[in-house]
T-cell receptor, first 115, second 113 residues
Framework: DVKVTQSSRYLVKRTGEKVFLECVQDMDHENMFWYRQDPGLGLRLIYFSYDVKMKEKGDIPEGYSVSREKKERFSLILESASTNQTSMYLC??????????????FGDGTRLSIL | AQSVTQLGSHVSVSEGALVLLRCNYSSSVPPYLFWYVQYPNQGLQLLLKYTTGATLVKGINGFEAEFKKSETSFHLTKPSAHMSDAAEYFCAVRGGGADGLTFGKGTHLIIQP
């Protein structure tokens, strides 16, 4: 079974801090994704990566960056945290081969509060 | 660009009744459609995915979805609701390439005893 592990379930940080959210998958998936989830807005794509050291902007990349130094690990970075980045963050991974209906597998999420 | 509309942010049904969650999509490419479920304090779990050529797709936990190209719909159904079905349900569409999913805003399913 695919396992996507996010390093923290809950995180509290202060405005202006640099915040790192870590995600690791154990199924050798090429694609990895970061979403944020807000009530009434569903999930929105922040960034994705289809290979080591490769990244693509999603729908809401402003205020975020990502890092993928190893295939299994995808990090989301809040350069200078702000209160409007308080949210649930979900990491996902998927295979690149086998067609475009390959499902994404999600971690349990990190609930981030910026004070 | 792809988009997904889920009708009804909250749906309430009685235990044992039919569950119907609506999803309409807009896609400029052949749609790759998915339904996910999210239980409280958990990530998303795949319920089912659309397979090209199929009209009725069966998923886990007794759920199924009917693909209607003429109506651009992919509604989720379950014949008989169970208390354990109470959760948030998301319809999603994927474009070509490695880009991510576009999600609907979700429907919170409430099961009345």
């Amino acid at each position: 079974d695919v396992k996507v592990t996010q390093s923290s379930r809950y995180l509290v940080k202060r405005t202006g801090e640099k915040v790192f959210l870590e995600c690791v998958q154990d199924m050798d998936h090429e694609n990895m994704f970061w979403y944020r989830q807000d009530p009434g807005l569903g999930l929105r794509l922040i960034y994705f990566s289809y290979d080591v050291k490769m990244k693509e902007k999603g729908d809401i990349p402003e205020g975020y960056s990502v890092s993928r130094e190893k295939k299994e690990r995808f990090s989301l970075i809040l350069e200078s945290a702000s209160t409007n980045q308080t949210s649930m963050y979900l990491c996902a991974s998927s295979l690149a081969t086998g067609g475009h209906n390959q499902p994404q597998h999600f971690g349990d999420g990190t609930r981030l509060s910026i004070l | 660009a792809q988009s997904v509309t889920q009708l009804g942010s909250h749906v309430s049904v009685s235990e044992g009744a039919l569950v119907l969650l609506r999803c309409n999509y807009s896609s400029s490419v052949p749609p790759y459609l998915f339904w996910y479920v999210q239980y409280p304090n958990q990530g998303l779990q795949l319920l089912l995915k659309y397979t090209t050529g199929a009209t009725l797709v069966k998923g886990i936990n007794g759920f199924e979805a009917e693909f209607k190209k003429s109506e651009t719909s992919f509604h989720l159904t379950k014949p008989s609701a169970h208390m354990s079905d109470a959760a948030e349900y998301f319809c999603a569409v994927r474009g070509g390439g490695a880009d991510g999913l576009t999600f609907g805003k979700g429907t919170h399913l409430i099961i009345q005893p």
